[in-house]
């Protein structure tokens, strides 16, 4: 089995652990949950909004360099996994930060990794 099939069930079974868990914890999830679902995405549509882009995406999927940052920020696992340690420490409910772990691991299975400086995929 190739290092990138590994990768990807790796990822695949994050994904739907986190859904599973979310399951179980559904009544605790609340709307921050879907934001947070929906939200690594987000930073491609308020990155324009920022000011001037150099363009859209182009038909060969490389992001607007100016877009990187922002893209590579809301796609890291260390921001809601620190946010998950933050949350238990201080006695708050972490589920909704599920969310956010699905939407990530689901993006690495399906092969969307973090960008390089390019606006390429830099990581599997």
Not at 60 to 69: C, E, I, M, S, T
Not at 87 to 115: E, M, N, T, Y
């Given at each position: 089995?190739?290092?990138?099939?590994?990768?990807?069930?790796?990822?695949?079974?994050?994904?739907?652990?986190?859904?599973?868990?979310?399951?179980?914890?559904?009544?605790?999830?609340?709307?921050?949950?879907?934001?947070?679902?929906?939200?690594?995405?987000?930073?491609?549509?308020i990155?324009?909004?920022?000011?001037?882009?150099?363009?859209?995406?182009?038909?060969?999927?490389?992001?607007?360099?100016?877009?990187?940052?922002?893209?590579?920020a809301?796609?890291?696992?260390?921001?809601?996994?620190?946010?998950?340690?933050?949350?238990?420490?201080?006695?708050?409910?972490?589920?909704?930060?599920?969310?956010?772990?699905?939407?990530?691991?689901?993006?690495?299975?399906?092969?969307?990794?973090?960008?390089?400086?390019?606006?390429?995929?830099?990581?599997?």
């Open positions: 089995m190739s290092a990138r099939a590994i990768h990807v069930v790796e990822y695949a079974v994050l994904a739907i652990g986190c859904a599973g868990l979310a399951y179980v914890q559904r009544d605790q999830l609340g709307i921050l949950f879907w934001v947070l679902l929906v939200a690594p995405d987000l930073g491609l549509v990155a324009p909004a920022l000011g001037p882009m150099p363009g859209p995406m182009s038909r060969d999927g490389l992001l607007p360099p100016r877009a990187v940052p922002i893209y590579n809301f796609h890291t696992l260390t921001v809601p996994v620190l946010l998950w340690v933050a949350a238990v420490l201080a006695g708050v409910a972490p589920w909704p930060l599920l969310g956010w772990l699905i939407h990530i691991s689901a993006d690495r299975a399906l092969g969307f990794g973090l960008r390089g400086p390019d606006g390429g995929q830099a990581l599997i």
